[in-house]
């Protein structure tokens, strides 16, 4: 339930080709939180992009190939465990918000390994 309310997220911002080899928004308004991400999985039809894209496997809208989806977020409403979340967030923006603040609160307080932070030291793998 939790990586669903936070993946929930995607609702703002787009992807840049420059910075994650992705490029465009989940959403036609980028700028609000709401929870049209969940209501655009189920609703729009996904298919790989195609055409001249050279990036990697992402999924764009058939209707306007304007928005598009990570694979990762085709897995939420993939999954038997996931997609029941999709569902309820895609009916009740609130209950999304409670879902969405009580998780992310969470990560926040606990914060990540020192490891995993930009400042560490890089390590030989």
């Given at each position: 339930?939790?990586?669903?309310?936070?993946?929930?997220?995607?609702?703002?911002?787009?992807?840049?080709?420059?910075?994650?080899?992705?490029?465009?928004?989940?959403?036609q308004d980028p700028l609000k939180f709401d929870n049209t991400y969940f209501t655009?999985?189920?609703?729009?039809?996904?298919?790989?992009?195609?055409?001249?894209?050279?990036?990697?496997?992402?999924?764009?809208?058939?209707?306007?190939?304007?928005?598009?989806?990570?694979?990762?977020?085709?897995?939420?409403?993939?999954?038997?465990?996931?997609?029941?979340?999709?569902?309820k967030y895609a009916k009740d923006a609130n209950l999304f918000a409670k879902d969405?603040?009580?998780?992310?609160?969470?990560?926040?307080?606990?914060?990540?390994?020192?490891?995993?932070?930009?400042?560490?030291?890089?390590?030989?793998?």
């Amino acid at each position: 339930q939790e990586i669903v309310a936070l993946s929930g997220a995607h609702t703002l911002g787009r992807c840049h080709k420059t910075r994650s080899g992705f490029d465009g928004p989940w959403t036609q308004d980028p700028l609000k939180f709401d929870n049209t991400y969940f209501t655009n999985l189920l609703e729009k039809t996904w298919q790989p992009r195609a055409g001249d894209w050279d990036g990697p496997l992402q999924y764009e809208d058939a209707e306007t190939q304007t928005l598009m989806m990570l694979p990762t977020d085709l897995v939420l409403i993939q999954d038997n465990a996931f997609k029941p979340w999709v569902k309820k967030y895609a009916k009740d923006a609130n209950l999304f918000a409670k879902d969405f603040a009580d998780a992310f609160a969470k990560l926040v307080s606990l914060g990540c390994p020192a490891a995993s932070s930009p400042s560490a030291p890089k390590t030989a793998v």
